[in-house]
């Protein structure tokens, strides 16, 4: 059973930065050899993928937030990173850390214009 437990969202005025990370329990050879993925959910909005890092290293992002955000993974200690910069009011939302059927617990950012 892999856990996944999120962190460093909170308030922040638009355009700061934020770092989030998130650290993998219980399955080191999962999240080594699976790509990791950034969602977010903003109220009353659909769950939207902004970010994924696969194994190898290969990154993708939302249209939305390329050039400003930096998905990144350390297999060694089992921890993903999305660095996020240039933030908006738009990017408020809670972010979610997913890999393979396993989702973390959210961890909330909200900026303020």
């Known amino acids: 059973q892999v856990q996944l437990v999120e962190s460093g969202g909170g308030l922040v005025q638009a355009g700061g930065s934020l770092r989030l990370s998130c650290v993998a329990s219980?399955?080191?050879?999962?999240?080594?050899?699976?790509?990791l993925n950034w969602y977010r959910q903003a109220p009353g909005k659909q769950r939207e993928l902004v970010a994924a890092?696969?194994?190898?290293?290969?990154?993708e992002y939302a249209d939305s937030v390329k050039g400003r955000f930096t998905i990144s993974r350390d297999n060694a200690k089992t921890t993903a990173y999305l660095q996020m910069n240039s933030l908006n009011p738009e990017d408020t939302a809670t972010y979610y850390c997913n890999l393979n059927r396993y989702w973390g617990q959210g961890t909330p950012v909200m900026v303020s214009s």
């Open positions: 890092i696969t194994r190898a290293g290969t990154t």
């Open positions: 219980g399955g080191i050879i999962i999240f080594s050899f699976s790509t």
